[in-house]
T-cell receptor, first 114, second 112 residues
């Protein structure tokens, strides 16, 4: 079946602009995760949803970052007033349930803030 | 911040040799997962091992977990050039259900 998909695959934006990154999880997966990965580093957790609600948003770096999952499927990560330090690959993953289940990752969105 | 530590940071071997990568962590865990990543994009799930398991196999992959030493290892037997990638361990801490903590990874290069 289809895996996790993310759009766009690449996004270049100017400092100060607003961006939205989309994630479409594996059908039937109730848990959805966002991670961010900088060059040479492992992924760092941002937020995860169990259903429609954010179960843990403690990884969001500041209030410029926000994510929604209004119908419990597709999720959008929103970044306001982008900064050059936001440049990274944003990865989305999903799992059957949160907890001791495999997380399956999408191909990521490479965000570049100029 | 990175929570796990993979060792070595880089590993270079010839095709046909075995590759062993290690991972250490500092807290109690529910489970530990190993991933492969090519070219800095999506991660491919390899194996999940639960805290009450000691060893799991999948094809040419063997993962061990020693909770007393807070460490895990990934063994790739009879390596191939196509195994060239970065390998990450990630664990789910008991106190923070769901989120995974990743290390910086091991860059494996397999020469034909």
């Amino acid at each position: 079946g289809a895996g996790v998909s993310q759009t766009p695959s690449n996004k270049v934006t100017e400092k100060g602009k607003y961006v939205e990154l989309r994630c479409d999880p594996i059908s039937g997966h109730t848990a959805l995760y966002w991670y961010r990965q900088s060059l040479g580093q492992g992924p760092e957790f941002l937020i995860y949803f169990q259903g429609t609600g954010a179960a843990d948003d403690s990884g969001l770096p500041n209030d410029r970052f926000f994510a929604v999952r209004p119908e419990g499927s597709v999720s959008t990560l929103k970044i306001q007033r982008t900064e050059r330090g936001d440049s990274a690959v944003y990865l989305c993953a999903s799992s059957v349930l949160a907890g001791a289940y495999e997380q399956y990752f999408g191909p990521g969105t490479r965000l570049t803030v100029t | 911040s990175q929570q796990g530590e993979e060792d070595p940071q880089a590993l270079s071997i010839q095709e046909g040799e075995n590759a062993t990568m290690n991972c250490s962590y500092k807290t109690s865990i529910n489970n530990l997962q190993w991933y492969r990543q090519n070219s800095g994009r999506g991660l491919v799930h390899l194996i999940l091992i639960r805290s009450n398991e000691r060893e799991k196999h999948s094809g040419r992959l063997r993962v061990t977990l020693d909770t007393s030493k807070k460490s895990s290892s990934l063994l790739i037997t009879a390596s191939r050039a196509a195994d060239t990638a970065s390998y990450f361990c990630a664990y789910d801490r008991g106190s923070t259900l769901g989120r995974l903590y990743f290390g910086r990874g091991t860059q494996l290069t397999v020469w034909p």
